[in-house]
């Protein structure tokens, strides 16, 4: 169930902290992008031969999950993605 936090990682020092699919550089939010322009999922594994189907099944389940980062002022940030809590 929780098998999609072990392919989506948060590292500030990759992709300036965007979740990306473990071991590359490729945003979650890139393939959710291609993925909602009604892109296949076999086309998305044609254009990024080191994605699995399972990463791009990781990178949906983790958006249903992860909350919305907020900044200083409240409003979403344009990265849609935290882990944690909202900043009090």
Known sequence: MNEWRRRIVV?????????VIAGTR????QILRKLAATMSVEAILRDYPRLTREDIQAALAGCSILKPRRGDTGEPRATPWDTGSPPD
Do not use: F
């Open 26 to 29: 490729i945003p979650v939010e």
């Open 11 to 19: 590292d500030p020092k990759v992709m300036v902290g965007k979740p």
